[in-house]
């Protein structure tokens, strides 16, 4: 047996117990032999005893005692057992359709499948509906079961218990709902109310009880009892819904007590029927009138605390909007002085071709006639297109690069935002740079083409010299420095040609990365047997096509392959794995190099990306420290990354990106390409 199945079982005995007492108690308020009862609270404990096991596991064992119970109750107090048996068969019928109406009509309080108390009015009117609907159901049912047993129909005495089963789950129903909703949802005590708080109430219950005391023993037929219900009107605007509902309970006892004794202003009532109706509509007057009163002040006190709750967070929000306001007028101030203080000019062009912002900068670049060439801009989107300036301030000119972004409004109109960047120095320097290659391209290529003259004349002169044992060796040497000569010559073209389009786009194509890795695999072999050292071992994946600038992509790799063999250490053979990884679905491919050389210092692993910087500076490994920063530098302008990492065999591992090549020349990705400065 469960612990849920033991408490079920535990609150079924107990309510069984309560309910044997009702019944008992109630046919014992039978005021003449007939046994017609003045007052019937079985009921209302059978509606709070259903609510309170709606979903218990034994409700069938709820159901069997309550029926028995009742059954055996009017037949020890008198009824015949088929009388008993109607009577177990009504009680039933009553809780099934107050269970089922209550369910209907306020489905959130306790009992009908919520877990709240009695709140508003709304909720007393849908109690008092079931309530009605099942003392009703009751009294028909009670009606034609005894014609069937008795072949009688006592309409009078299904009238009056229509009466009795209304009150008793009216008052006994609103008590149990309050305390079963209290208990589930475990509400604390409230903190002690303060002294005066104590005496009002402490007072009105006092005076009310008493003045109903004293209208039920006047034996005059005044009828003063429904006078002081102004008591009751007084308690249910004053007093909490509980002490409403203790209120309630009392006078509806003192009523029926005193009326049992035959004393107060309903005993004075000669036919049984209308005393016990009378009763009643006294017992349901009083509570429904203090509910009322009470459900409708807390309402309206729950609607006030949350209107209350409401302007609270009304004023919140406004405060929020004023800080935010304060600040977007902050940040507002903050912008105008960032775009005042601009080097670069900005302007605003709106739909009818007005300047509607402009920053100082413009007119230092552009003069006093900066309209004419905004209101020119305004038309089109333009990037990056260099325009001649001359003004009074700057007679010998200047040149502005122009980029005009069109922003589209919801109206459809556009606007126009232009940015005017002063280049003059940058042309100037790529000019000055443009001269120096040039010089720089004679005087280097000019001593290069005599290597190569006298290169060829020796290689010229060996041809008719006798065979000798040196002189293989001597045309391999020549052959070498042939080789060597023209890479060089290589060299010096890309270079030049990457230093007059330093800050020129990137002008990609497709490249066979296998060709230049093997290119520059026969080169650093040919310089390792030249210098004596041993040649390095390569071990070369499938390297997919990229689309990238030939010339730097060569620079790339030569690079990496080149630290990779200066960087091992003394007495190892340089061994090198070159491999790729592409998909159809990734735009990039991603290279790597892994070398078994001395590695990297742990933390440099970013820091040997930047300029000038030397990771080893011991030992016989000299350098500038740009070799990396140069490869960075190539596979950012390409829109790729690069990174090092430790090689698990030993070493280091390099892992950089390149677009793949896919689709046309033409796709998104290489227009980005293109547009990397």
């Given at each position: ?28 308020t ?16 059978a ?26 109750g ?111 949802a ?143 007028s902050h940040?507002?101030?903050?912008l105008t ?26 007119t ?29 301030g ?13 922003l ?35 005087d280097?290529?000019?001593p ?22 040196g ?133 440099q ?55 793949a ?17």
């Open positions: 047996m469960t612990t849920g199945y033991r408490r079920s079982l535990a609150r079924t005995v107990l309510f069984a117990l309560l309910y044997a007492a009702a019944v008992y108690a109630g046919r014992r039978a005021m003449v032999a007939d046994g017609v009862s003045l007052v019937w609270p079985a009921a209302g404990v509606a709070v005893w259903l609510c309170a096991q709606r979903a218990a596991p034994t409700r069938r064992l709820d159901l069997l005692l309550l029926a028995g119970i009742l059954g055996t009017n037949w020890l107090t008198g009824a015949s057992p088929a009388v008993g048996v109607v009577a177990g068969m009504v009680g039933l019928i009553e809780v099934g359709v107050f269970l089922r109406a209550l369910r209907h009509w306020r489905p959130d309080l306790w009992g009908a499948g919520g877990g709240e108390t009695l709140r508003s009015p709304r909720d007393l009117w849908g109690l008092f509906g079931a309530a009605l609907a099942a003392s009703c159901a009751a009294g028909v049912s009670g009606m034609l079961g005894r014609w069937l047993v008795t072949g009688s129909m006592p309409i009078a005495s299904s009238v009056m218990s229509t009466a009795r089963h209304l009150t008793g789950i009216l008052i006994i129903g609103a008590a149990g709902i309050w305390v079963g909703a209290a208990l589930r475990g509400r604390k005590i409230r903190r002690r109310p303060s002294f005066w708080r104590s005496v009002e109430v402490a007072g009105l219950l006092a005076v009310s009880v008493a003045g109903q005391i004293s209208a039920f023993a006047y034996d005059h037929r005044l009828p003063l009892s429904f006078a002081l219900l102004g008591f009751t009107v007084l308690v249910g605007t004053r007093l909490p819904t509980p002490w409403v509902l203790v209120h309630n309970s009392v006078i509806s006892g003192i009523a029926v007590q005193y009326t049992l004794l035959g004393s107060g202003p309903f005993a004075q009532v000669g036919d049984i029927d209308q005393r016990t109706v009378l009763v009643q509509l006294f017992c349901v007057l009083v509570t429904l009138v203090g509910l009322a009163l009470s459900l409708g002040r807390d309402e309206r006190r729950t609607l006030l605390t949350a209107l209350a709750e409401e302007k609270a967070e009304l004023h919140a929000r406004q405060a929020e909007l004023a800080t935010q306001q304060e600040q977007a940040h507002a101030d903050l002085a960032i775009i005042d203080s601009m080097a670069d000019g900005l302007a605003v062009i709106g739909p009818d071709s007005r300047v509607t912002l402009r920053n100082p900068a413009v230092e670049l552009l003069g006093d006639d900066e309209t004419a060439h905004l209101r020119a801009l305004a038309g089109e989107d333009v990037r990056g297109v260099d325009m001649p300036v001359r003004s009074p700057v007679p010998e000119g200047r040149v502005v690069r122009v980029t005009a972004t069109s589209p409004h919801p109206d459809g109109t556009r606007s126009a935002v232009v940015l005017f960047h002063d280049v003059t120095a940058e042309r100037r320097h790529r000019d000055e740079l443009t001269n120096f290659a040039g010089v720089v391209a004679h280097l290529l000019n290069l083409a005599s290597v190569d003259g006298w290169t060829v004349a020796a290689l010229e002169a060996l041809d008719g010299v006798p065979e000798h044992p002189l293989q060796q001597a045309q391999d040497d020549l052959a070498r420095l042939i080789r060597a000569s023209a890479r060089m010559r290589g060299l010096i073209d890309g270079l030049l040609s990457y230093a007059t389009a330093r800050e020129a786009t990137v002008a990609p194509v497709v490249v066979e990365l296998a060709d230049v890795v093997a290119d520059i695999v026969v080169a650093r072999a040919d310089a390792a047997v030249a210098a004596g050292k041993p040649e390095p071992r390569f071990s070369i994946g499938p390297l997919p096509a990229v689309r990238a600038d030939p010339v730097l992509v060569r620079q790339l790799m030569d690079n990496l392959v080149g630290n990779a063999i200066k960087y091992t250490g003394p007495g190892v053979v340089p061994a090198l794995e070159i491999s790729a990884v592409s998909s159809p679905a990734d735009p990039l491919v991603t290279v790597r190099i892994a070398d078994n050389g001395i590695g990297i210092p742990d933390g692993h970013e820091a040997i990306f930047g300029n000038f910087h030397r990771a080893h500076l011991t030992g016989d490994y000299l350098g500038t420290g740009l070799g990396l920063a140069i490869c960075k530098r190539i596979v950012e302008r390409h829109g790729g990354v690069i990174s090092a990492a430790n090689h698990p065999g030993g070493g280091s591992c390099f892992e950089f990106t390149l677009p090549v896919t689709g046309s020349p033409t796709s998104a990705h290489t227009r980005m390409l293109t547009a990397l400065p």
